[in-house]
């Protein structure tokens, strides 16, 4: 099984000009931004629903949790959790938006 890179390398071989591959490989991380973006919208409506549910932002929990100053209620650890996926997947969508 051949690796990425590898994969990626037979593309371009396959490919007479570099126009071409680099339309397909556009169309690629277009298609990975859309189901991130996606996915983030998910991640937003779930965070709003903690912040209504306790009362405060995501920012200003996710700092005091950090501090060790709310507890470990089980949904505090939920939040947490989905607010450090929601941070990575930002920053993957800053790094595809700047890829393409």
Avoid at 36 to 57: A, P, Q, V
Wanted: glycine share 4%.
């Amino acid at each position: 099984m051949s690796t990425t890179l590898e994969k990626l390398q037979v593309l371009q071989e396959a490919y007479d000009r570099q126009s071409d591959l680099n339309l397909l490989l556009d169309k690629l991380l277009s298609a990975t931004l859309s189901q991130n973006r996606l996915l983030l919208s998910r991640y937003d409506r779930d965070l709003e629903n903690f912040e209504k549910r306790f009362g405060m932002t995501s920012t200003d929990f996710y700092a005091r949790f950090e501090a060790g100053e709310l507890g470990d209620l089980m949904d505090y650890f939920e939040w947490a959790g989905l607010w450090e996926l929601h941070q990575r997947l930002q920053e993957k969508i800053r790094r595809l938006e700047q890829a393409l």
